[in-house]
């Protein structure tokens, strides 16, 4: 029962992701209605609480009531205007000037400004638990510039930071936050957003969202009624989906293909795009993991395919070790660098880095250096994730043909997180706790910039592994000073050759946006050929564009 | 007069002693609950932003353990069950009143429900030994309930919702209705309960056949029943007011029991059924360490068990004088 959809819940509650709208999908203008059901296990009742900042129930009301002033799509880094009609860099990058779109209305009438933009910025600096995305670690000052403009300024450049504060911040209204006594503690029952919907009604088992009839896009939305049921566990929500009772879903389904696409063959679709890796994290303070030729050995002695398939059922697949992730930056990939490394599994060539590194076999079988310690480790991970446990099976598995003895402990996710922050651990399962971005560079910067980590015993909220290199901070440091690119993408190689030759982390899966969709009475679905969007109903907040795409099919 | 002091005194001592190891217990979890907050956000947020949290949800983590249990006493006393950290902000006694209608309407309808029955079952079972329906019945319901719960529920789920399309599929009402008083609205929770309280009736029925239909046996062999036949009775009233009610004696306490354990819900028959109780509820307090919510929910659980006993006690004195002179 327990599965990955509890991590993908993790991840929505601060998740965002995002999309760019300024698509196809309709030359007729489609005729309004329909009551569309999402389906997506969210492992808890509803509180009925709107608060775009409780990570918890972030997710039922970012991009829907509260929106972006960017939608920048996760998954192609398409940005498309939403509440600021354009944005505009200072030359030497640390200056970000938005224009605010006019003639907006709050759901309640008022009408929406810039005041509304410098307000959410200042209250997040005001009360850091409602900075998510830690967007004050950059920023120093936000500000008001005539009657339309809002100037951000930065520290020192950082351009990629576009993403947190354009896409991820959900604008809330002055006139009402503003009476708050505290906004990080408010129970919201009677959202005012600019979004596409308004709150119809919430119960502890269901949300239903009404159509804005104000709202700024002319026409839009199509869909008269969406419903949010509470799922308190996978298989409920599964049997809900597969019965043709919900059209969008959200989440891992065992065997889908019997158990959801032979249901309705016609209708029935799902995609999986990945989103982030599924690591091996590397205690790199600790030996031998602060020796470059033992993690190279761990990375020639997986056979990540066969994770992929054994572990993953193969809808997860396999990573490679730069860390970028294809199909959806395969832009970014530097295909000679991987080529050459050629990392797949092979025994002989781990056994033999091993061995340079000064270990030997013995008796047992298991590699051990010249005083005797035996290349023996326990790798953490979170209790309940089966398919994780049978992808550690596999690794474990592998690693044996190299000498290398792997135990996996399963620890509470409280637990696991708070070791793996800490650097409480040899090797760690799992992926990143902050969130994907639109290129390589988040999640990159994410595993191995040593900005993002800690000394051991304190809270890191990047590069859990401790791995410390100058060279490639700085690289993240340039890629963050440039809007070029093409300069983008050779510093992106840079880092990539980084991960290829030092091994600090191993990717060993992809993580993928669980998406099952049915096309039986609406179209204008997020597709592999149209991937306007992020399409789970968890990317936030990119679940507003697919619901501003939907349309009603037939009568 | 005295057993009922007694049994007051009783009744007493053990909520105390509850009370205590309710406290006690959330904190000798591995974990707490400033880590499961610091989780929650993915570490982004500043030690100071933790701290400042833990303020807004009550927890003293600075606090002498001593300060804490008296405070705790204190608050609870009060009915101050303090704000539930995994469906923050919302307080403690707000979530759970949201989820124990539900749950005491399902698991307590049938548990009633399954002791009746169960009672009935057992009693006319062993009134008619070696008949027919004695050789079918507890037989049947006693290999049931030795399934696991959720296996059942999963059966028939899939039979009656998925396949048959009877009943709907999950929820305690229809989707988007609202909680009203209307005779629609009583319809879709009885269809929306009917095959979760299925689930439980057949599969606790058994326990009670069994026990009912045994000690009914003894009882049918005393002289008193001798003599009620001997007397020429009605077949009924030796049954019901002579046999039965000295049998189900020791089965009222145990209904009893169970029922004070309806307040924990059923948590697999809740999973299954997607129907919002407070067994779920309970599930999820333990895996985010969520203290204030947990103790709540093991207190209520106590309290219902302990008074559930009393008026067990209470109910023995009425139908068994001797428990009565005993004292």
Request: aromatic content about 12%; charged content about 15%.
């Amino acid at each position: 029962m327990n599965s990955r959809r509890l991590l993908a819940g993790l991840l929505s509650t601060i998740a965002l992701v995002s999309a760019a709208c300024g698509s196809s999908s309709a030359a007729v203008q489609p005729k309004v209605g329909g009551v569309l059901t999402i389906d997506n296990e969210s492992g808890t009742t509803w509180t009925c609480d709107f608060n775009p900042y409780n990570g918890a129930v972030t997710g039922l009301s970012a991009g829907i009531f509260y929106e972006p002033l960017v939608y920048d799509n996760l998954l192609s880094d398409q940005k498309t205007p939403w509440l600021a009609t354009s944005w505009d860099w200072s030359p030497d990058n640390t200056k970000l000037t938005f224009t605010i779109r006019q003639g907006v209305k709050w759901s309640d009438g008022q009408p929406f400004s810039a005041d509304d933009v410098v307000f959410t910025f200042q209250q997040m600096k005001k009360y850091p638990a409602l900075d998510l995305q830690s967007v004050w670690s950059v920023l120093t000052d936000v500000s008001k510039s005539g009657t339309d403009k809002v100037v951000m300024t930065f520290g020192s450049s950082a351009i990629p930071y576009f993403f947190q504060i354009a896409d991820q911040v959900s604008i809330v209204p002055q006139h009402i936050w503003s009476t708050y006594s505290d906004p990080t503690t408010q129970k919201v029952d009677q959202p005012v957003g600019t979004g596409p919907f308004v709150l119809g009604q919430c119960t502890a088992q269901n949300i239903r969202y009404d159509r804005n009839t104000s709202y700024w896009q002319p026409g839009k939305p199509y869909i008269q009624t969406v419903n949010y049921p509470a799922f308190t566990d996978n298989d409920p929500a599964n049997q809900f989906l597969a019965a043709g009772q919900a059209q969008w879903g959200g989440q891992y389904i065992q065997s889908i293909d019997t158990a959801y696409i032979a249901r309705d063959r016609a209708h029935n679709h799902y995609w999986f795009p990945p989103i982030d890796n599924i690591d091996i994290w590397f205690n790199t303070t600790r030996a031998p993991f602060d020796k470059k030729a033992v993690r190279q050995a761990f990375a020639y002695g997986i056979d990540r395919d066969s994770v992929s398939k054994k572990g993953e059922t193969g809808y997860e697949p396999a990573g490679n070790q730069t860390g970028v992730l294809t199909p959806t930056f395969n832009s970014w990939l530097d295909n000679d660098a991987v080529k050459k490394y050629g990392y797949k599994f092979d025994a002989a060539k781990a056994t033999s880095l091993l061995q340079g590194a000064g270990f030997t076999k013995n008796s047992s079988g298991i590699m051990a250096d010249s005083s005797g310690h035996t290349l023996s480790f326990t790798i953490i991970t979170i209790a309940g994730y089966t398919d994780w446990d049978a992808s550690l099976q596999v690794i474990a598995d592998n690693l044996k043909q190299i000498g290398v003895d792997l135990t996996v402990k399963d620890q509470n996710s409280n637990d696991y997180f708070n070791n793996l922050f800490t650097g409480n651990f040899d090797l760690a399962y799992g992926s990143l706790s902050t969130l994907p971005g639109p290129t390589p560079y988040y999640e990159l910067r994410n595993s191995i910039d040593s900005v993002t980590s800690a000394d051991i015993g304190q809270t890191a909220s990047g590069d859990y592994g401790r791995y410390k290199n100058s060279a490639v901070d700085t690289l993240f440091d340039q890629f963050g000073a440039t809007t070029d690119s093409a300069k983008q993408h050779s510093i992106l190689k840079q880092i990539e050759g980084t991960m290829l030759e030092d091994v600090p982390v191993i990717p060993v899966t992809e993580g993928v946006a669980w998406y099952e969709w049915s096309t039986k009475s609406f179209g204008g679905w997020p597709t592999p050929d149209d991937p306007y969007a992020a399409p789970a109903p968890w990317n936030l907040p990119d679940w507003e564009v697919v619901l501003l795409h939907l349309y009603q099919t037939g009568s | 007069m005295w057993y009922l002091v007694r049994r007051l005194e009783f009744f007493i001592v053990t909520l105390w002693a509850a009370l205590t190891v309710n406290f006690l217990l959330p904190r000798l979890m591995p974990g707490s609950p400033a880590e499961a907050l610091l989780v929650r956000f993915h570490g982004h947020v500043s030690p100071q932003a933790v701290k400042a949290m833990e303020v807004a949800l009550g927890i003293h983590t600075d606090q002498s353990v001593v300060q804490q249990y008296l405070e705790y006493i204190g608050n609870t006393l009060r009915g101050e069950l303090g704000v539930s950290v995994s469906y923050f902000p919302l307080s403690v006694a707000t979530v759970v009143m949201q989820a124990l209608p539900w749950t005491v309407g399902l698991v307590g309808t049938a548990t009633v429900i399954a002791f009746v029955l169960g009672t009935l079952i057992g009693m006319l079972a062993a009134w008619r030994r070696g008949g027919l329906f004695d050789a079918i019945l507890p037989p049947v319901f006693i290999v049931i309930s030795a399934f696991p719960y959720f296996w059942i529920a999963l059966f028939c789920l899939l039979i009656f919702s998925l396949t048959l399309n009877w009943f709907p599929l999950g929820f305690a009402y229809d989707l988007t209705s609202q909680i009203n008083l209307s005779w629609d609205f009583v319809g879709q929770v009885i269809a929306h309960a009917f095959l979760p309280a299925l689930t439980i009736v057949i599969t606790s029925i058994g326990g009670w056949i069994l026990t009912m239909r045994n000690t009914m046996i003894t009882t049918l062999a005393e002289d008193y029943v001798k003599m009620a036949r001997a007397k020429g009775l009605s077949p009924m009233r030796i049954m019901f007011m002579y046999a039965g009610r000295n049998a189900i004696l020791p089965n009222l306490t145990g209904f009893a029991m169970s029922l004070g354990f309806v307040i924990s819900g059923a948590i697999l028959v809740e999973i299954v059924f997607n129907y919002p109780g407070l067994g779920f509820m309970l599930l999820q307090a333990v895996d985010n360490e969520d203290f204030a919510l947990m103790q709540a929910l093991f207190l209520m659980i106590t309290l219902a068990v302990l008074v559930a006993v009393l008026f067990a006690d209470v109910l023995t004195a009425v139908l068994d004088p001797r428990t009565r002179e005993a004292g």
